[in-house]
């Protein structure tokens, strides 16, 4: 990870700046960084775009009870990945789930856990 990027997850970390106001700094960060490693697969002969075609860029976290939204949250993707060793109550067979899907640069739905039929669980999507 690079030291811009450290320097912008310390600032939202420390309250200077909201989730909001960092998302375009670490999409830019994160876009340089793809851009590079692009560069180096080409000269190496490999393919660095995933099979979706466009990489996710946020993931949004949904929480209902009883079929009522409670939590409704949007973070840029590095720092989703930087949180997802700390969402408690996942399982480490959902973080693998998670971490492969981020890894091949899906999109869409990739963890939904409904608690008995009820209306109320969780759901994970990269967009």
Known sequence: MSDA???????????RLTAEEAAPVIDALQAGEDAVRAGESAAAGVS????????????RIE??????????????????????????????????RIRE???HGMTG??????????GSGVRIVLE
């Not at 979706?52 to 946020?58: D, F, I, M, Q, Y």
């Not at 079929?67 to 973080?95: C, E, F, Q, T």
């Open 5 to 15: 990027l450290d320097e912008v997850l310390r600032l939202v970390a420390e309250g």
């Open 48 to 59: 660095s775009e995933p099979s979706s075609g466009t990489r996710p860029r946020a993931v």
């Open 63 to 96: 929480v209902t009870e009883a079929g009522r939204k409670v939590v409704n949250l949007r973070v840029p993707l590095a720092l989703g990945r930087m949180a997802i060793d700390n969402v408690p109550g996942l399982s480490s067979d959902n973080v693998a």
């Open 101 to 103: 899907a981020l890894d």
């Open 109 to 118: 739905p990739i963890l939904v856990v409904d608690e008995g039929g009820e």
